[in-house]
């Protein structure tokens, strides 16, 4: 048996997805069963973006034990209660969607409801009110959920905004000073196994060569291995995610930082704001069908809130996914495996979803055919659900006039998602399957901000009297209220963490 265990393990790329994965396995690796090797190539660098996270990277840094105070000061991190979506829904309009859960902690699912019956009701309340998550935003507040689950605390939830190239630089000492060995070089050659078509060995062009049994394709948009070698095939899916660039400027920090992302829609796509401690990362993401990269780069610009600290940087981009992440010997993660776009901030997530699948189907040097198929079936399911997440957005956006709203609005939904949209509208449920990771809070954000309204509610909730529904709702709205008063400022939270 032992012959067949893995001694190598090379991964392709220095970006946050090469890093993570060579941080993940240093991690598990101890004491070390196999080597790790990482290339990257200082003349092609990484894509530099991918700032803003959701709470699942919580899960990445416990799994690598990082320390919260640490990771924020070397990253020079935020917090991020949510996103805030300006102008989705017609300009002026706006709405949040927050990490934490509605209502108070036993409420679950049923807040919802409760919710529905006094808006059908007549009542005048905002679901915003029932969300300490978003009231803490708003108030530029910040706390962590408390772990009494009984709590109204318990309802919060948050993720980061970092630093791209600092974060790859953190997790490169972590997994250096693991024993992760990083060599410096294009790779020009790649050679498979004349029969299995297995990856053999990677050549760089000074001659260094690395041999593995094990290879991880980080190499970003191109997919050198997965596409360029293995020939996996791209799904396309800009049929329903249009925008294909990115213009990429950070600006001054001119205040102290809020605790969330803003995505502010425009005529050709939208703008991304993330604050840092630093500076504020910002960029434009638009289709190329409908505008210009000068154009796109003058509103990116004209809409800064600081001074811009470089010329915009282009990233041309498709949405879809590799028709296979995992093929032979070669486990795409990152951008390597597809890409959808950057509006909820799920790529860095979609790296950890690689991850930990990789580490729970770590396979034998013959990577059995089943573990490639388990790892396309729930890593593409994972894809999927994040795909259908994004297109409700861009569907949903009735106020919206230009030329690329209108033909979003046309657009013929993925079924899943249509069915998600009616089941909610005749009946107020949000149906999901157990491991979507948008949860009922989330689509009920997002249903609520692009307009989408249900027409009952569940029907248990007659047990209860209308008067009494309202009063508890009343109660809530209090608690979270009183709550949310006696958070502390985001930005006295963050130096009390970082110690600054
Ligand atoms: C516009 C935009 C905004 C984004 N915003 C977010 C966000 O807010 N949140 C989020 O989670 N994600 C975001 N993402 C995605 C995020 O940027 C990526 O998921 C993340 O940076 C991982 O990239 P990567 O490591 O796969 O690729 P890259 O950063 O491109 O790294 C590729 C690596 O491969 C190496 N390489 C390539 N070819 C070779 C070769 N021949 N030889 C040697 N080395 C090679 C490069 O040197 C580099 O080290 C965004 C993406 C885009 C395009």
């Known amino acids: 048996m032992s012959d067949r265990r893995i001694r190598k393990v090379v991964i392709l790329g220095g970006g946050t997805a090469g890093w993570m994965?060579?941080?993940?396995?240093?991690?598990?690796?101890?004491?070390?069963?196999?080597?790790?090797?990482?290339?990257?190539?200082?003349?092609?660098?990484?894509?530099?973006?991918?700032?803003?996270?959701?709470?699942?990277?919580?899960?990445?840094?416990?799994?690598?034990?990082?320390?919260?105070?640490?990771?924020?000061?070397?990253?020079?991190?935020?917090?991020?209660?949510?996103?805030?979506?300006?102008?989705?829904?017609?300009?002026?309009?706006?709405?949040?969607?927050?990490?934490?859960?509605?209502?108070?902690?036993?409420?679950?699912?049923?807040?919802?409801?409760r919710w529905i019956r006094a808006q059908l009701g007549g009542a005048p309340d905002s679901h915003t009110d029932f969300s300490l998550t978003t009231q803490a935003a708003m108030a530029g507040k910040f706390g962590p959920p408390a772990t009494d689950p009984n709590s109204i605390f318990s309802t919060l939830g948050y993720a980061y905004h970092f630093d791209a190239g600092l974060y790859a630089a953190y997790l490169r000492r972590f997994a250096e000073a693991r024993g992760v060995t990083r060599h410096e070089g294009k790779v020009e050659k790649v050679e498979q196994h004349p029969e299995t078509g297995f990856i053999t060995r990677l050549t760089t062009h000074r001659g260094e060569a690395l041999e593995g049994d094990l290879f991880i394709d980080c190499s970003g948009l191109r997919g050198l291995l997965i596409e360029g070698t293995l020939k996996a095939g791209f799904e396309d899916w800009s049929h329903w995610l249009p925008c294909d660039r990115a213009l990429a400027v950070p600006c001054e920090r001119v205040a102290d930082p809020i605790p969330y992302t803003r995505a502010t829609a425009h005529a050709f796509g939208w703008q991304w704001r993330i604050p840092l401690q630093h500076r504020t990362g910002n960029g434009m993401v638009y289709s190329s069908h409908v505008t210009g990269d000068d154009e796109a780069a003058s509103v990116l610009l004209a809409n800064l809130d600081g001074k811009a600290l470089a010329d915009p940087r282009l990233i041309r981009f498709q949405t879809g996914r590799r028709k296979a992440s995992w093929n032979k010997n070669v486990v795409a993660i990152g951008?390597?495996?597809?890409?959808?776009?950057?509006?909820?901030?799920?790529?860095?997530?979609?790296?950890?979803?690689?991850?930990?699948?990789?580490?729970?189907?770590?396979?034998?040097?013959?990577?059995?055919?089943?573990?490639?198929?388990?790892?396309?079936?729930?890593?593409?399911?994972?894809?999927?659900?994040?795909?259908?997440?994004?297109?409700?957005?861009?569907?949903?956006?009735?106020?919206?006039?230009?030329?690329?709203?209108?033909?979003?609005?046309q657009m013929k939904v993925p079924e899943e998602l249509a069915s998600k949209e009616g089941h909610f509208t005749r009946t107020g449920r949000i149906v999901l399957s157990t491991d979507e990771l948008f949860r009922e809070s989330s689509w009920f954000a997002v249903m609520m901000g692009q307009g989408l309204r249900a027409s009952d509610y569940n029907p248990l909730l007659d047990t209860m009297a209308a008067a009494d529904n309202l009063a508890y709702l009343g109660q809530v709205r209090q608690q979270i209220a009183k709550a949310a008063a006696t958070l502390p400022s985001h930005e006295e939270y963050l130096r009390r963490l970082t110690g600054s």
């Open 21 to 113: 994965t060579a941080a993940a396995l240093a991690k598990v690796n101890s004491p070390p069963q196999f080597e790790v090797a990482l290339i990257e190539s200082d003349e092609i660098g990484i894509i530099g973006v991918g700032e803003a996270t959701i709470p699942t990277i919580h899960w990445f840094n416990r799994l690598v034990g990082l320390d919260e105070g640490e990771f924020l000061r070397e990253t020079k991190a935020t917090f991020k209660l949510g996103i805030e979506f300006v102008g989705w829904n017609g300009e002026g309009s706006r709405y949040f969607h927050p990490f934490g859960r509605y209502g108070a902690p036993a409420d679950a699912q049923m807040f919802f409801h």
């Open 335 to 409: 951008l390597s495996s597809g890409f959808l776009e950057p509006l909820e901030s799920t790529s860095i997530h979609l790296i950890q979803s690689g991850i930990a699948k990789l580490l729970s189907l770590f396979p034998t040097r013959d990577c059995p055919e089943e573990a490639a198929a388990q790892f396309n079936r729930v890593y593409g399911a994972d894809v999927e659900s994040v795909r259908d997440f994004l297109v409700f957005h861009y569907s949903r956006t009735e106020g919206r006039t230009e030329p690329l709203w209108r033909q979003c609005q």
